[in-house]
C-alpha cells in the first residue's frame, strides 16, 4: 500500500477505522526526512495490512502541535487508537522493519488494560 497524506480532516477517522497506523511527521526542508523518505516507503510496501501514513507538519501545523512534535522526522505508532510509539529521529531499514513487527504483534489486551489502569490512578 502506498502512504497516504493524513490532515486535521482525516486523520481521526483513518486512524479509528484502521488496527494499526504508521505516521511519519516531516517536512519538505527537513534533510533527515528526506533522508528517512524513502525507507518509510520501502517498508511500508512490506507490510501491505498495515497504513502508512505522512503528515506534512508545516502544512497541518494543528495536527502537529496536537502531538506536540518538536523535532521532525517523528515517528508514531497506532494501534486500536492508542499510541503505542512515538520517537523523534529517523530509522534505519532493519530497525525500522524491527519496529513495525513487534509494534503488530503486541497483545492489545493487555495494553488496555494498562491505560485503564493509568487512567484509574490520574484520577
Known amino acids: 500500500m502506498a502512504t497516504i ?9 483513518i486512524v ?8 511519519d511527521f516531516w517536512a519538505s526542508w527537513c534533510g533527515p ?31 502537529a502541535g496536537s502531538f506536540q512534535i518538536r523535532s521532525i522526522p517523528t515517528l508514531m505508532i497506532f494501534r486500536e487508537k492508542i499510541i503505542i510509539f512515538s520517537q523523534p529521529g529517523m ?5 525500522f522493519v524491527e519496529i513495525v513487527t513487534k509494534a503488530s504483534e503486541l497483545d492489545m489486551e493487555e495494553i488496555k488494560k494498562e491505560v485503564a489502569k493509568q487512567g484509574e490512578q490520574a484520577n
Not at 34 to 57: R, Y
Open 5 to 13: 497524506d493524513l490532515t486535521k480532516e482525516n486523520f481521526q477517522q
Open 16 to 23: 479509528s477505522d484502521n488496527d494499526m497506523v504508521i505516521v
Open 33 to 63: 526526512c528526506k533522508t528517512f523518505a524513502p525507507i518509510f516507503e520501502k517498508v511500508s510496501e512490506q507490510f501491505p495490512d498495515i497504513v502508512f501514513a505522512k503528515v506534512e507538519t508545516d502544512q497541518q501545523q494543528e495536527l
Open 91 to 95: 530509522l534505519p531499514e532493519e530497525p
